[in-house]
Each structure stands twice: as structure tokens, then as C-alpha cells.
């Protein structure tokens, strides 16, 4: 028993896909354009690149930080159309909270004044939406006085930027969009046609040495079957808004969709159809087909995996029995929403809280499922025997709070009662 489900969630938080994986398949066999063949183009820049591309350390003035990014970008791109996140209560909320959950340092709420001193280093000052907000205002506008065309979105900057570079590229100029990111990759290389000017993508690859690659979306040549289906594979597979699925790497996602025609039957009908109960169903049955028993409900398959299991090894790895019918449902959700904002390149006329997400007041949240972990019958026979309430209740020794559940009297020592688990659980106060 689990009280989330495992194949899609690492405890609250949805699974973590590699992005990156499916750009590095997509450019693996693309030779990159030299700069002596790149033409003279109109430069976007991802804002969200600079504000981590600039190094600057506490004790030093705004100013001086400000006067580094100035610096940078007049020095290495000239005059630059520059695209900032906005932070507005969106379907990244999430992930926004896994990396503030994961970050070593944290800042509080700074006020800014270009004369002031830098009290906290760049990590920790970033891991603060208050503090990068107003850093962000500050710096678009002393960039917008040496010349640059600065956009601050309301939420996500990647739909604008693909945007922005595919209104020049059909006005007959070439652009290179500077980004990190396999999103911003993935939807130029869908939208991109042969009749529009070239956009070249820029990034720098994973390493110490941070070597920059610049490659011509003329030259990335896909099958057409899956150049139609790559936005579909990427959100199906898991990015910030949607769960990697445990045991499914996106090289196996993508060679599905490339060869199984169910599979890409059904894909087109989680991202086409405008019934919710439609695209679950859909989505429950693309799982099966994942999980190799096409033709075997997804129920059936949980059992089958769970004996089989018990009998190889008499105990079971939770993540790798497939998702629940309902878990399975409302990623699938998840996933149309997100493609469909991919398609439109804006942010997505379409309720997230009719798609998979429910509204908090932190923001939204994935809905992991609607039914509860198990019968209440069973739920009474989960109790822990913590014998430090205050303490042991606090983390994940303890067995209910590991559970997902409320401590209860029944429990060996804190009976439910003055204890750290019977309130409602806080995502900070977890031992990680």
C-alpha cells in the first residue's frame, strides 16, 4: 500500500524527468554550426539563462551586479531581445516548490535598492520568488535604457520566446534563440517550416567547461510520424508540469511513438479531444500498451505485476507496479493541458483545474489521484509505534506519516495526540 502513486510520484512531489535526454537524442547526430557559418542574426535570449549565467557573489553593490549583466550581454550579443519568467499563480508552481525544497540555502524577503550591499550569495537570493521578482523589474529596466527589447511574462517565457523567434523567421530574418532549455528546443523544432528564415538554438553543453554549441533548426531532420508527435512524447514522458513515469526513460517513450501505431492512435486522441473522461480513458490504455499488455486493463495489470513480483522476490518495488486507473486519468489530463499550450504557443485558454491541477492557496497542485490509498478498514491498521511523538512523528520514521496518513489513538506511543503528525503534514519539516 502506498498513499501516493509511486510510478508517477516521488512522495509529494511529481517524478523528475531528465529533460535533457530527449534534446541530447534529437542533436546527438546534428553537427553544429560553426560560428564562421553562422550569419549575422536578430539575438532572443532566455532570461532565465542570464539571470544563472552572470556569477556574482554577496558583499558587492545592486549596482555593481546590475552593471555585470549589462556588461555581459552588450559585450557578448550586441542588441538582444530578452524574455523573463513572470511568476503568477501557474501549473509550474510545483516544480517551483520541488526546487525550493531542494535548495541548499534559502533567502528571505530583501528590499532592493541599487546602492545597497549584497547580503546573500546568488543560489540561495534566487531561491526566493519575492527577491528574484523585483531583481528581475530592476534589471529589464536598466536593459530596456541601453537598447533591449525586455519582456517579463506572467508565468512560463518559453512559448513566448518560440513565439517571438517564429514571427522573425517568417518576416525573412534569422534568429538564434540563446536557452538551456529542451522545451524551448522541442517546440521550435514542431513549429519551425522549410519557408521561414533560419533559427539557429544556442546552448552550452553540461559540463565544467561549458562548451557552447549552436545548431541550424534546418539541419535537425526527425521523421515527419515523430516530429508530429514530439511535443506529445516530451510532456507524455514528463517535464515541469507533468511526472516521468519510473522505469520509462523518453528514448523509450519516443521509440514507442515512433513505431506503435496504437500507441500514436492514442496520442493523438489525449492531445485532440475536449472530454476530459475521453482523454483518461486514453491515457489508461497508452500505460497498458507501455507496460507491454496493450489488450489488459490497467487494474488487472497492477495485480499481475504484484504477484509476479511476490513470487520472483517476495517483496515489491512500489514505483515499478503500474499507476493506479485514476492516477493514470489525471496525468493524462496533465498532459493534454500542457500540449495544448505547447500548440497554441500561449498560455492556454483551458481551466488547470478542470486538467489535472487543483487551485491552493500556495499555488497549484497535481491532483495524484481521487480515492484514497485504501479501504477505511485497512487505513485502521496502519499505526506507528513512534516512541518520541514530538520528534520521530516529525519525520519519515515515522510509519503513518511515511504512509501519507494522520497519526491516530490506536498508535503505540503517541496516541494521536500532541504529536508532530496529527496536523496537517509540512513539506519542510520532512527528513529528506
Known amino acids: 500500500m502506498s498513499a501516493v502513486p509511486s510510478s508517477l510520484f516521488d512522495g509529494p512531489f511529481m517524478r523528475h524527468a531528465d529533460k535533457a535526454d530527449l534534446a541530447n537524442e534529437i542533436l546527438e547526430e546534428v553537427k553544429p554550426t560553426p560560428k564562421a557559418d553562422t550569419p549575422q542574426t536578430m ?204 522505469g520509462f526513460g523518453k528514448n523509450t517513450i519516443n521509440g514507442t511513438l515512433k513505431s506503435d501505431k496504437k500507441a500514436q492512435k492514442l496520442s493523438k486522441l489525449i492531445v485532440t479531444s475536449s472530454i476530459q473522461q475521453t482523454v483518461g480513458d486514453a491515457g489508461c490504455k497508452l500505460f497498458s500498451l507501455m507496460y507491454g499488455e496493450p489488450d489488459v486493463s490497467l487494474t488487472k495489470l497492477r495485480h499481475q505485476r504484484f504477484d509476479s513480483m511476490m513470487a520472483e522476490k517476495n517483496s515489491i518495488t512500489l514505483p515499478r507496479i503500474p499507476p493506479t486507473v485514476r492516477a493514470a486519468y489525471y496525468h493524462a489530463l496533465r498532459v493534454h493541458l500542457q500540449v495544448v499550450v505547447w500548440l497554441q504557443l500561449n498560455e492556454s485558454e483551458l481551466n488547470a483545474s478542470e486538467w489535472g491541477w487543483k487551485k491552493t492557496p500556495e499555488g497549484y497542485e497535481p491532483i495524484m489521484t481521487d480515492l484514497p490509498a485504501a479501504p477505511e478498514s485497512v487505513l485502521n491498521f496502519v499505526r506507528c509505534k513512534c516512541k518520541s511523538p514530538k520528534n520521530q512523528c516529525g519525520t519519515m520514521i515515522c510509519s503513518c506519516r511515511k504512509n501519507g496518513l494522520k497519526c491516530v489513538s490506536a498508535c503505540g506511543g503517541c496516541h494521536g495526540e500532541s504529536c508532530r503528525n496529527s496536523e496537517d503534514v509540512d513539506l519542510e519539516d520532512d527528513d529528506q
Request: charged share 25%.
Open 43 to 246: 539575438m532572443i535570449i532566455d532570461g532565465g539563462w542570464l539571470l544563472n549565467k552572470v556569477r556574482w557573489k554577496k558583499s558587492v553593490r545592486y549596482r555593481d551586479v546590475f552593471a555585470q549583466y549589462r556588461k555581459f550581454v552588450r559585450e557578448k550579443f550586441g542588441i538582444a531581445v530578452i524574455v523573463f519568467d513572470g511568476y503568477d499563480a501557474s501549473t509550474k508552481d510545483h516544480e517551483h516548490k520541488r526546487r525550493l525544497l531542494n535548495a541548499k540555502k534559502r533567502a528571505n524577503n530583501i528590499t532592493i535598492e541599487v546602492d545597497n550591499e549584497v547580503h546573500e550569495d546568488q543560489s540561495a537570493f534566487f531561491t526566493n520568488v519575492h527577491n528574484k521578482t523585483a531583481f528581475i523589474r530592476e534589471l529589464a529596466e536598466m536593459l530596456k535604457t541601453d537598447g533591449h527589447a525586455v519582456t517579463i511574462c506572467n508565468a512560463d517565457a518559453d512559448t513566448v520566446i518560440v513565439q517571438k523567434a517564429l514571427n522573425f523567421a517568417k518576416n525573412e530574418q534569422n534568429v538564434t534563440v540563446v536557452a538551456n532549455d529542451t522545451d524551448v528546443l522541442i517546440m521550435i523544432i514542431y513549429h519551425w517550416t522549410d519557408e521561414m528564415s533560419d533559427i539557429f538554438f544556442r546552448r552550452e553543453t553540461q559540463s565544467k567547461k561549458n562548451i557552447e554549441n549552436t545548431y541550424r533548426i534546418r539541419d535537425i531532420t526527425i521523421p515527419a510520424a515523430f516530429k508530429q508527435n514530439i511535443l506529445f512524447a516530451h510532456a507524455w514522458s514528463g517535464c515541469d508540469t507533468t511526472s516521468h513515469c519510473y
